[in-house]
Every structure is written in structure tokens, then in C-alpha cells.
């Protein structure tokens, strides 16, 4: 029996926790204006989008996450129109929101075109979302985009890579007040916010920062396996609507949302529960 | 600056992927009867088990799988007062046990007695239900004690490592049958079954053995980080009780388990639905 | 400053010991009759060939060993006309064995057809030497071959890979008794025989067993930093010749061999002639 | 058959190189004034000593670096009496030297007291020659124990660590000049100058700046398998002898050294002798 050759990418989520995924072949690397940007096969969960040397997406397991963000945020506004999603050029939240018949724009606000292209030649699955006929896709800066749109949005989605690099600014305590005026009176946001047992600072700091903007702060929970732990938090900053009392789904064929899920999403353990914690 | 020595334990989860911890020290290696045996000292997670390679429990993470392994059966039972854990060498899930005043008596029955000396000398916070004067601990095999106890017990745990080497025995269908046996007429068990993203194939089997010979029975699931995905599933069999309705909370100052943390274990996103529908 | 992605290729030299290169990306996988074969592009190391997991060659440091394989043998020879290689199939070896101009034939014999191929698309400045005219490549059982072929060669070479797999066959005693068979009556013949740190059992068998039948046996030295250890032996069986005292270099251009260095690779440290006194 | 837990230490060579050494356990850690210091147990080498997360030495691979930094300075020498070693507190090179008759005084300058501490606790075998009634050994700034000694020493040894953290300042040609003015007028020092495969740049510039200092500069080499690349280089300034004759061996028991090692250590490859030519 011949060995195969070790070819392993590893993400090294911070100085003393990594995970390590064995490779087949890389299909894509480059520079991009603001991130390295790799595509690489793995055998455990098929190909993978790398932005800056951390997992984004997978073929296998990005369902939950893409489902996760979109989902939870549409069924607790009763009648979203207008969304717009910042960063998130890999499509897959996109593709989530065009399933919700009520959505008439989807905005998508991703600063580095790169990140579209590639996703359409390699994820197409995910990406396909992108060519529905409501999606207006925007090469721009979302900080920017988000300042000046003021009162506009039904539901924002701030769909960011990890809290360094180009995304530092989508975790600043403006840009949360900026996404608030982007919101209509009765609209809401929703952001992913790192791991409860690996992040413990950022939740806090940014369920601080969106409480003191927000009369309705919510976080809530999904297992996504290439993440680091495996236990990834959302947080929503809501002007009216209550998310432990969603509209009945309006989505079929949905591999991780339902609404019980929905609903179990936010009943936190008693650690998790003490970080988001006044 | 100075940099710090690289030293990293590795748990090759399948030939696929892998999880990686930054290491201090090691503090005790031995190859017992039954299996090799090592204590580390991580910086993430505090000093962590090692059995054969793979991490059975770590300080900082340890909660998550003891209360719900525990407590999502003993909320089930209205009254437990016979408790036997097969396995569970550490001392975890007997600690959450002995927080049950209905327990009247618990039963350890772990095959490899080295694992209990070690936790008691390296994990003094896991162990220290052993000695509650309920417990009777037992240095033997879980299977042939099952065997032997008929019509006992209101509620059995099955804690094991992964379903090799030594632990084999726990994942079959004879194994479970022993267990209803061994059961009174109202009792119920809980297993850990690894996880829905990597164990599709165990989860799936062990629910059909467990459904040919349980009227009831159930899956859910917990955040484990350092367990291979870090979704990690539980399956219950019970003669008459639903977990779904559990009783009020009898413990206090748990970090994981709520009732309503209890509830939402069971809201199985659709993928997992899938691996256990008949 | 964007983070680049942990992509590392990893040798296992045996269970304890590893080597790591960085990859920037994969440029051929298959699965052939006889091996698993990769070719990847490392930062450190340029292009490399894998043979079922196993570092082969790599552009940047190629040279040390196909010169210290070919000039060692043919330095030693005075007037070297007829050479086979077993294995090689890359071309390294060939390609400094066409730079003697004594040479009228060289018979390439490679049991595996896509090791030559893929070398020719991926390492055109190693398996140049395929090209010259005298040149007569041979896809077969390089053993069959010298068995089949009585005193024709005066230069012979095992260019193989580890003794594990398809090149168990070219450590074996029987096989060096047909090298014997198969050269001149003053021939000699050239073997890469592994790491003196790492491999010692296997020196001290393959010195042992060409003593045996050759009348003079030598071990010689170089280093390879893509192999195990760095420091990796060749051993001689001669009829005749002497490599202590070599003719005049015949080779221009080359990065390793010299006459002084051809000399110096035979000055073994005590612990290496240790391994193969009588 | 049970699995070992895989714990390795890994030393990142450069950012696109790595060696991984399987551990079976650490044995002492600590932050010194001037640097982290490990000792671990490795399967393949025995002991080894880590400074700021780099190999130093090892039970079973150091007798090549102290024999060859050592041996080769001193049979050079025709009467070496006042010996100087800068760094090497683990005592190999000193246990080496005083093995030398015609030695009447070894000085050992060592920066870090801790590193003489815990060699002597855990390489006994290493640091025994420390306790030669020859051996001076001071805790001290190396570098200004050579400035503050003009004409004393007949050979100087610089044992360092890379040149990064506290050893940045002896590979500084103000160094090598002071060197140069702490030796006899018939002196000579010796070096470990890292490999020519990884670290090309800094032999050049060592070598430019001895040769301006020194009439005389030599490179020579030996395998270190737990060194990057396994090849390492030593550099040798000397005011008059060559150390292409050296003395006749005054050494017994040696695992490398022999006189034949020495002079063979100095044929130097051509893509060696190319970074050291002017």
C-alpha cells in the first residue's frame, strides 16, 4: 500500500490552538490589494477559501455558517426588503437572503473584488446567489457605504473576516452607530463575533459597544467545524423586533436552519451568558 | 524578545484533519493494561487527559461534557436514585452526579484503574466526586457488570473513549441490550456518540441498535472544543421518560447546562436529523 | 502585512523525526502502478518530487546527490563505457553520467514509466540527459535487467528509493550478487544506502552483504539537506578499482563534486566506520 | 496495539523550513534574564537543550559539534596553552578541549549563568569536562572579557547561538576584531558560522569580515543532523598556522574527529567555496 504525501494546511487560530486539514492540491493563491487569497482541496471538507491564512468557507460545512447569519436575521424581521450584506463576497449569505421571497435588494458591500471573482470560479455553489436579478454587487469600501446610506436598510449583515487586517474597522464601536443609521426605524443587524471560548474580549467588548447603541443586544450560537472550537457567536443589535419570537420559515431545503434551531441558537450556556452579561 | 519553545500535541482526529495545542510541560506518560495514559500541561486549555492519543478531557473544557452528559439524564428521571457510569475513569461525570440529592447511590465502573489514580493526582477538581460516600467506585469491566446487574438502575451512563481499542464493546448492539436489561422498567442511559460532522456512520448505527431495542430515543448535542469538530452528540435510550420535558433544575453554579441549554440540545439542525430518522 | 497561508508538506523520516517544507502550491498528484507521486513547489526548496510520501529530489539541492551518485563511480573507473542505472527515473544520475565523454552507452532501467514522464514536464534541467543518443531508457524491472545481462556493464547504479515498497527488491543480497554478475570483470557498482544518524541497521547489512561478494567494499558520505538526517551514504562494490585514488576530474560546471571533495567523502567519522568494519 | 500520543517540538529553521522532533517528555523550562530555556526528552536524540526555541544540543548528536568546533581550533595550534571559549555553557566544547594535554587553562565566558546550571543538572555527560581544575569558568559578557584581554589567548572559541537575541553582537566584525587583538600573535579562533544551504548570506559577510582582520581564514564542515539542513560551517581566522596540516590527533575516544575528518572538513564543495571566495 503506496503512503500519500503529508500535505497539510494549518490555521493557527492564535498562539496555542491550530487545526490542520489535510491538503490534495492547491488551485488558487495570489495577492490580493488587501489580503493574501488562497483556494486549496482539502479531502475532509472539499475545497476552501483562505483569506489571510484563516479559513473563510468550506464546500462541506459553509451551509451552517451562511445559513446561520442570514437566516436568524430575516425571520425576526417580519417583512425585510432591503438587506445589505458588508464583506461577504464569497456570495453564501447572499444566497441564503435571495431564498426569502419577501427581499426585493440585496446589496453586497465587499471591499476587495478578488474575493467575487474567485469565489465565482471555484465555490460556484456558493457564489450562485450573486446572479439573482435583486442582488446589486458593489466592488467598495462598506465602512463608506454604510455612512452614506442613511435609514435604508431593512436588515445589515456585517459578514467579516477575522478582526485584523482589512476587517479591524467592522468591530469599532462608529461603525455600529453608522450601521444603526443605515437602519430603518424598525431594522436590525446582525455580525459574526468570533468564538465564546477563544474570544471572550471581542464579545464582551462588542456586545458592550452595541448595547450602548442598540435598545436590543442578542447573541447567539451555531457549530461551525472549521472555526476555531467549533462554537461560533453572532451578535444582533435589533431597533424593535424580538428574535426568540421568529416569523414561521420561510425556507425549504435548508441543511441547519429550522426554527427550533432558530430559537435554540440563543439559549446560551451560563459561560457565554456571563460575556454579554450588563 | 524571547521566543518560546514549539511544542505542540496533536490529535491526528482522522487521517483528514487534526487539532493542535500549544504544550508546557508534560507531567505523567505510562502505557497502563489497557492503554497509554498521559497528563499535559496546554496553554489554551489548562493540563488535559490523553488516552491513546486522544484528548479525553482538558481543565478548561471539561465542564461542557460532564454536565451534559450528566445532567440531561438526571433532569429526565424524575426521581434517579440508582446511577452506574461505565467508563468515566476521570471522575466528571460523578461529580455532576453527586450534585443530584435524589442520588442514593452511583456506581463507577471503569476497566482501567489507572485513569482514576492519575485524575485524582492530576485533576483533583474532576475527581473529587469519587468521594462522595454515595459513589462506589469499581475497578472492572463496564460490560460485564452491566451483565450482571439486572433491573438495578434508573439510569446508566456510558462514558468511553472512541470506539476503539478498549472500547469497542460499548458500541454494540449486544452492549445496549445489557444496558435496557440492567435498567428498571422507567430507567433510561445516555452515551456519548462522537460527532455529526466526522461519525455520520457510527451516529447512524448505534441509533438503529439503540431504536430496535429502546422505545424512546434521542440525540443531542454540546459545544466541545477539543473534541474532533467540536459538535459533539449524545444519544439517549429511555423506557418511558422524554427529555424533552425535563424536571426544574436541581443544580446550581453549572457553567453549561440550563434548562433551557437542556431543551435546545435536542434541536437537531436537519443534517443531523437526517442521521438518525428512521 | 497580510498573512500568508500555513501550507506545509511533511516528511515522517520515521516515526519520530520530520522534516517540513513550506509549499506555495501542488502541480501534479496520481496514484501510479507502483507509487503514489507528487510534485510540489516548496519556498525553500523549489520544485520537489514525492515518491509515496517520501522527498525525492528538488531543484535547489538535486545536485548534491546526482553528482555524488555519478562522479564518485565513474571518477573511479578509468575508461567507463557501458553504465546502467536501476531506477533514477528522473534523469539526475543520466544527466551527469552523459557529461563522460568515455561513456558510449548508459541504459536507463525505471519500473515505473510516469516517474520518467512526469520528470521530463516538471524537471526539464534534471532529466535532460534523458535526450543524449547514447542514452537507451528502459521501462522494466530494473532486477529482471541485471539479471538477464552477464559482465556487460563496467559502471552499475542503484538509484532507488527507500527499502520499503517497490525497492525492497534492490537491498537484498541476491540482487547485489547479480550486480556483481552483470559487471566487467573490473566493474563496480554505486548504491544510495540511506542516513548513518538514522538507518544504521541497514549500512551494516548492505556493507555486510556486498562484502561478501565483492572484493572491495566503501562507504562514502554527503549532505543532503532534504534527506533524513542531512548526512546520507553511498556504497561501492568494486572488482577492482580503488576510489581513493580517482583519476583526473572529467566534469566542469559542477556545484559539489571536486576531486578534493570526491577524496574527503571517504574520510568517515569513527561512529560511521563502526557501521561497517568487519 | 495503543497509540502514543504525538507531542513534538518543532523549530521553524526560517519561515519555509522546519524539523519536528517527537518528545517523550519536558524535563525544565524557564525565562532567564537573557533568554527561554527548555530541556526536553526527545525519542531520536536523547536530551536536548533549546534556547529561545532552537535546538542547541543533544544526547546523541552533540559529540559532532563539540568535537569539530573544538578538535580542529586545537590541532591547529602547535602548543595550545590559554584557551578561550565565548558562549558555550553547556560545557561540550570545554569537555572536548581539556582532553588536550598541552592545555593549562581553559576560560569558559558564558553570558547566561543558568544555562552552566542546568547543563550541569541535566548533561551531566556534557558539562563533566566544567570540572577540570583547568577550567575557569566565568558567568560574563563574552564580549567584554575579549576586549578586555589583549595578547592572551592562543585559541578563542565562539560558541553562540544563532545571530539573533543576545548573540547578535558575536557576529559583528568589532568582534572579531577584538578577537583578533585577544590573541597571541601566533593565535587563531574558530567560529559556528550556520549552514551554507540556509544561511548563505551571513557566511559571506562573516567570512569578508574575518578576512579583513585576519591573514588567514578558512571554512570547513560537518553533519549535524539537528541543525537546519544537516550541513554546518565553522570559520577559522588564524595569524599564522594552517590548519590544513594539522598535528597529529592527541585525541582517543572520538566518535567524529580523526585527522582524516579534520583535513577532509576543509574540501569544500564549489557552491561552498563560492560564498567565501573574494
Given at each position: 500500500m503506496a503512503n500519500s504525501m503529508e500535505l497539510w494546511f494549518t490555521e493557527l487560530q492564535n498562539s496555542n490552538l491550530s487545526i490542520g486539514l489535510r491538503v490534495n492540491r492547491t488551485l488558487h493563491s495570489e495577492q490580493t490589494e488587501f489580503q493574501s487569497l488562497d483556494v486549496v482541496e482539502t479531502v475532509q471538507y472539499g475545497r476552501m477559501l483562505v483569506l489571510d491564512g484563516c479559513v473563510m468557507t468550506t464546500d462541506k460545512d459553509e451551509f451552517v455558517y451562511h445559513e446561520m447569519l442570514a437566516h436568524v436575521g430575516l425571520h425576526t424581521h417580519p417583512e425585510p426588503k432591503n438587506v445589505l450584506v458588508v464583506g461577504g463576497g464569497d456570495?453564501?449569505?447572499?444566497?441564503?437572503?435571495?431564498?426569502?421571497?419577501?427581499?426585493?435588494?440585496?446589496?453586497?458591500?465587499?471591499?476587495?473584488?478578488?474575493?467575487?471573482?474567485?469565489?465565482?470560479?471555484?465555490?460556484?455553489?456558493?457564489?450562485?446567489?450573486?446572479?439573482?436579478?435583486r442582488v446589486d454587487v458593489q466592488v467598495c469600501d462598506g465602512?463608506?457605504?454604510?455612512?452614506?446610506h442613511k435609514g435604508e436598510y431593512d436588515v445589515i449583515y456585517v459578514d467579516s473576516t477575522d478582526p485584523i487586517g482589512p476587517a479591524v474597522g467592522l468591530f469599532a464601536k462608529d461603525f455600529y452607530q453608522a450601521v444603526?443609521?443605515?437602519?430603518?426605524?424598525?431594522?436590525?443587524?446582525?455580525?459574526?463575533?468570533?468564538?465564546?471560548?477563544?474570544?471572550?474580549?471581542?464579545?464582551?467588548?462588542?456586545?458592550?459597544?452595541?448595547?450602548?447603541?442598540?435598545?436590543?443586544?442578542?447573541?447567539?450560537?451555531a457549530h461551525i467545524p472549521t472555526y476555531p472550537t467549533g462554537m461560533w457567536s453572532f451578535t444582533m443589535g435589533s431597533k424593535q423586533y424580538n428574535p426568540l419570537e421568529p416569523v414561521a420559515s420561510r425556507v425549504r431545503d435548508t441543511k441547519y436552519y429550522t426554527t427550533e434551531v432558530h430559537k435554540a441558537a440563543f439559549a446560551l450556556p451560563p459561560f457565554v451568558q456571563e460575556l454579554v452579561q450588563k
Open positions: 456570495g453564501g449569505v447572499i444566497r441564503e437572503i435571495v431564498k426569502h421571497p419577501a427581499v426585493e435588494r440585496a446589496v453586497l458591500a465587499e471591499i476587495d473584488g478578488r474575493v467575487i471573482d474567485i469565489s465565482r470560479e471555484y465555490f460556484p455553489q456558493i457564489a450562485q446567489g450573486l446572479n439573482d436579478p465602512i463608506k457605504h454604510v455612512q452614506e444603526y443609521d443605515a437602519l430603518k426605524p424598525d431594522g436590525l443587524f446582525v455580525a459574526q463575533t468570533e468564538s465564546p471560548f477563544a474570544n471572550q474580549d471581542l464579545i464582551r467588548h462588542v456586545h458592550r459597544d452595541v448595547r450602548d447603541i442598540f435598545p436590543h443586544t442578542y447573541l447567539y450560537l
